[in-house]
């Protein structure tokens, strides 16, 4: 069977003739290898990414690249011309701005204006509760006697010394000098001449027994209530009832009956203390004993501040300064004077001269005032007790004429 045979029988097949065949002769001859669909994929090479990436002016949104999926050939009706493959299509890359967050508050964060706030609703309800305690207490009695207080913002400036000498020579006519151990180093007794294991204002407060009863005599007719040496039993008690009352020393002193023109010097310890604070709270005259060093006049500023402070002590009490141990044949203390006078300015009552004279009394258990001879110490501590005393005379004048 030929060629002609078989289209014979195709057209016959479809009830035609093969007459109406014809036979044309393709006059192009296709060289080229059939079209295969296979799957490709586009490397593009950073350089190129980053050039195409600069010449873009404004963001195109890209399509997602979806691998090619094989086409089986017989699903194909029309083979189209395949256009070049074009070039991938990259978005342009804006600068990265972080998203701006709001700092996340942490527990500490929370916790913190919270604590500050209820410490102030604490800090209210104590200050009320002081207030309405102060209101509660009786007024604190005001005591007849001139009451003058030694303190010191620091130790070995000679305070006691300078008590002693004060309680021995400072007297005011028909009255008695009354020295009054705040320290519970208890060494007052000693500059006074008196013997060693006597009983003192401690024991008599635990027993409540009148301090009058507890009286020692020592120089010049002074009379001393020595602290005493106290058990730790007796010195919490002590404590515990000047924290408790802080009029507490007012009261032992009115129970005394103590007159208008007796004198109660009051030797307290160095620095902020209970006994400072009783001390201030009933004194009139209030002397702070200092030295011309470096250390003291800096020590000037916490004693500043605890004598400033609110209702420390009465607004009629007057403050004064006294610089003791002044060495004038030092230079450096002859500066340390004058700028201690530029600032005391008309506070500085007294200058007490360093002289042995003192510590060798205090050796041999005698009055150094009995006979000052030529200590300029002694001198001294005479000349600032005759001016305490005109003080002293000028505010009782002041109290007799006040309506």
Not at 88 to 96: D, K, L, M, Q, Y
Not at 264 to 279: F, H, K, N, W
Not at 308 to 335: H, I
């Amino acid at each position: 069977m030929n060629r002609t045979d078989d289209i014979s029988n195709l057209f016959s097949r479809f009830g035609a003739s093969s007459a109406s065949y014809h036979e044309f002769e393709s006059q192009f001859d296709y060289q080229g290898t059939a079209l295969s669909l296979e799957k490709t994929s586009v490397v593009v090479e950073p350089a190129l990414l980053t050039e195409i990436v600069a010449q873009r002016a404004a963001p195109v949104l890209l399509e997602p690249q979806v691998a090619g999926v094989p086409v089986r050939a017989a699903a194909l009706s029309v083979v189209s011309a395949v256009a070049p493959a074009a070039s991938p299509v990259v978005p342009a890359v804006e600068p990265h701005r972080p998203p701006i967050q709001a700092p996340l508050m942490t527990a500490t964060d929370v916790a913190t204006p919270l604590r500050n706030l209820l410490a102030e609703v604490v800090l209210a309800r104590q200050a009320q509760t002081q207030a309405l305690h102060a209101q509660a207490q009786p007024r604190a009695p005001k005591c007849k006697a001139h009451i003058v207080a030694l303190v010191s913002p620091k130790g070995g400036v000679g305070k006691t010394t300078l008590g002693a000498g004060l309680a021995s020579s400072l007297r005011m006519d028909g009255g008695t000098t009354l020295a009054i151990d705040l320290d519970p180093q208890n060494a007052l007794q000693y500059h006074l001449g008196i013997e060693h294991g006597v009983t003192g204002l401690g024991s008599a407060s635990e027993t409540e027994t009148l301090w009058n009863d507890r009286l020692q005599q020592g120089f010049a007719g002074a009379q001393l209530l020595p602290h005493g040496v106290l058990s730790d039993e007796e010195h919490d008690a002590l404590q515990s009832a000047m924290g408790v009352d802080r009029h507490w020393l007012a009261w032992q002193l009115d129970r005394m009956g103590l007159g208008e023109n007796d004198v109660v010097i009051l030797d307290t310890p160095t620095g902020r203390s209970a006994y400072l604070e009783q001390a201030l709270d009933v004194a009139d005259q209030v002397i702070v004993v200092t030295t011309a060093d470096a250390a003291s006049f800096i020590a000037l500023d916490q004693m500043d501040r605890l004598l400033g402070a609110t209702d420390a002590r009465p607004a009629s009490s007057v403050c004064s300064y006294v610089v003791n141990q002044f060495d004038a044949d030092r230079e450096f203390s002859r500066d340390m004077l004058e700028v201690l006078k530029r600032r005391l300015g008309g506070q500085l009552l007294g200058v007490i001269a360093l002289d042995n004279t003192l510590g060798e009394a205090l050796a041999y258990g005698h009055d150094p005032l009995a006979s000052p001879g030529s200590s300029v110490a002694c001198q001294d501590v005479l000349l600032l007790s005759e001016q305490l005393k005109a003080r002293l005379m000028s505010a009782s004048s002041a109290k007799i004429s006040a309506p």
